[in-house]
């Protein structure tokens, strides 16, 4: 009965917040230099729009869970999903070259080699596995049709229950016996020519080829399902997919791994990606900071810089960004009390849950995480539909102590995405929570008095020898590259932008998240380096991005450390972390 009454009220909530009062949604449009006119603005589904002036400047308004689109003619449209927070919207629109990209997609692909295909099976899903080798979907043009398997029916009874309804144009059929009788179901991508002369698809399962289909593939093994059409089919196959190919990739079977491990292969290995030393430290990105910050960390004594903040706080004492800067610094120089003094002064500045999340991410790099606990507590109240507000609270509890509290409060959380509040699949910030759920279990199981059984005899606690590496930013539209580079110089890229990733950004949107975790198989990466590139987050103010490295993750001798950067400089390469420099842990 409690665990109904709390699911009731957090509808109540969510229903309540979903019905907030409409934001007032400005900025401006530009193709990168020159102001756009003309652009329509537009709420999705809705006849509530506008168009952009001669400067480019717009202002609409639209609730939470709204989606904005941008159009005009030529350039791509560019769409957002609104939130609670969401006010300066300055949208960079692309010139539309389909064409152009579609060959250039050809001639990339081509080039590509068998050896580079399979290994990027597991990260790339336009990857298929077909008697003929691996190919990229792109190279088989706009009719070749994939399906996932988070789009299959994993209780169908067989494959081609399972496709029913997924592929254009499919039919299920019989294939004719003897007097008419049916013997075999079969799959039919095309109309029959005839009831006695029909055309079946063939199927290629993991590159072997079968005419009838494979009704004995149990659906939940399946991880991608390609559908090739007759025309391009019979022109590898043969006359035999005159009626098109199926082919299916199982999940495992085409993954290649590290050597003598089960861990997906480093393919930054694989590229021609080596990384040139260009990265700016933080010394050059000071440099092209505000006068406020060169000054303060330019200062020579702490009473020299007491006068830069007091000199500055005349124009900026209403910008809670600079008050948090300037909390940071003093923290950092060992003026501790001045620090909080300032911050106390100036706490009613922090008001949203965007400014609030940077506050909590400053407090607890700076040794106050008790302090951090109330403003994760207000940003859960003003985003109880976020995803991340259960993490983040729930984070907060674990390095305060308090493990009971967030062992109750992951399978709070765990029990809403059984009950459908929550998606319930394994991607994005459910991945990361049942993660650090099975790290609390691990580390810290005997001091959770209520030991919810069924929840820890389902986890998978394995205590392979690893680093966990996990980024957390304040604003959800930031935008963003991470480079990691490896001991050979060689660097892996991942890209947080609404243009190479637009899936992560509105799914990330549309379950409240902001936040990826990365895991370098070492206990310690001495000879690693993290880079970030800033994209900018369509406003003027900064984000703030937090680090937070654990060595030999999931062991007893587990520690972490927390690093919060300010970045703003936007389109220049800069170093986060070089782990060479970090000797010895806290």
């Known amino acids: 009965m409690k665990n109904n009454w709390i699911l009731i009220l957090f509808a109540f909530v969510q229903i309540s917040f979903a019905q907030d009062n409409e934001n007032l949604v400005f900025g401006r449009v530009t193709d990168g230099t020159s102001p756009i006119e003309n652009v329509t603005v537009k709420v999705s589904d809705t006849s509530n729009g506008t168009i ?20 005009y003619m030529g350039m791509k449209d560019e769409e957002i999903i609104v939130e609670d927070v969401t006010s300066r919207l300055n949208i960079v629109m692309e010139m539309k070259i389909e064409e152009l990209d579609e060959v250039k997609v050809v001639k990339r692909i081509n080039r590509r080699s068998q050896d580079y295909l399979r290994h990027q099976y597991a990260r790339d899903k336009g990857i298929i596995n077909t008697a003929f080798g691996y190919i990229h979907k792109n190279y088989l043009g706009t009719s070749a049709y994939i399906v996932g398997s988070e789009n299959l029916n994993p209780g169908a009874v067989d494959i081609l229950t399972a496709l029913r309804g997924k592929i254009p144009n499919l039919r299920i059929g019989n294939v004719g016996g003897i007097n008419g009788f049916s013997t075999e179901r079969a799959a039919f991508l ?7 002369n029909p055309a079946p698809a063939i199927f290629d399962v993991d590159g072997i080829v079968m005419t009838q289909a494979p009704l004995y593939l149990n659906i939940q093994n399946i991880d991608r399902v390609t559908v090739i059409p007759s025309i391009l089919a019979v ?4 006359p035999i997919a005159g009626g098109g190919v199926i082919i299916i990739n199982t999940i495992g079977t085409n993954i290649v791994r590290e050597p003598g491990t089960n861990l997906l292969y480093d393919y930054a290995k694989l590229r021609d990606n080596i990384y040139q030393d260009d990265a700016l430290d933080q010394e050059g990105v000071l440099r092209n900071s505000p006068s406020y910050l060169k000054d ?34 003093f923290s950092a120089k060992e003026a501790r009390d001045y620090a909080m003094e300032l911050l106390q002064q100036n706490i009613g500045l922090f008001k949203n849950a965007v400014q609030c999340k940077a506050l909590a991410y400053a407090l607890e790099v700076s040794d106050k995480p008790e302090l951090a606990t109330e403003f994760y507590k207000k940003i859960f109240w003003l985003r109880p539909s976020y995803a991340q507000s ?5 984070n907060n509890y674990v390095v305060t102590g308090n493990y009971k509290r967030a062992a109750n409060l992951h399978v709070r959380y765990l029990h809403l995405i059984n009950e459908g509040f ?12 049942k993660e650090e759920f099975k790290n609390l279990l691990l580390l810290h199981k005997k001091d959770i008095s209520e030991n919810p059984d069924l929840v820890f005899s389902n986890m998978n606690t394995s205590r392979q020898e690893r680093t966990r590496i996990l980024f957390e930013w304040n604003d959800s539209e930031a935008e963003f590259d991470l480079q990691f580079v490896n001991p050979d110089k060689q660097y892996f890229t991942w890209e947080h932008t609404n243009k190479s990733n637009p899936d992560r950004i509105r799914d990330e949107k549309i379950r409240g998240y902001s936040s990826e975790e990365f895991f370098i198989y070492e206990p310690f990466p001495r000879d690693w380096q993290i880079n970030v590139t800033y994209k900018g987050n369509k406003k003027l103010t900064s984000t703030y991005l937090k680090l937070t490295v654990y060595t030999n993750y999931n062991k007893r001798s587990q520690k972490s450390f927390s ?4 970045i703003q ?15 010895t842990l806290p």
């Open 52 to 71: 952009t002036d001669e400067n480019g400047y717009y202002q609409i308004k639209a609730s939470p869970l709204d989606i904005l689109v941008f159009s």
């Open 190 to 196: 095309r109309g029959r020519s005839s009831i006695n």
């Open 235 to 238: 022109g590898r196959y043969g």
């Open 296 to 329: 303060l960390y330019g200062s020579t004594n702490l009473t020299e810089a007491k006068k830069h903040y007091e000199h500055y706080a005349i124009t900026l004492k209403t910008d809670p960004y600079f008050i948090l800067d300037s909390y940071l610094f």
């Open 390 to 394: 259960y993490r983040d609270l729930t």
């Open 422 to 433: 929550f998606p319930g699949d394994n991607k994005g910030i459910n991945r990361i929570v």
């Open 563 to 566: 690093k919060l950067y300010r």
């Open 569 to 583: 400089l936007k389109n220049v390469n800069q170093k986060l972390l070089d782990f060479s420099e970090v000797m």
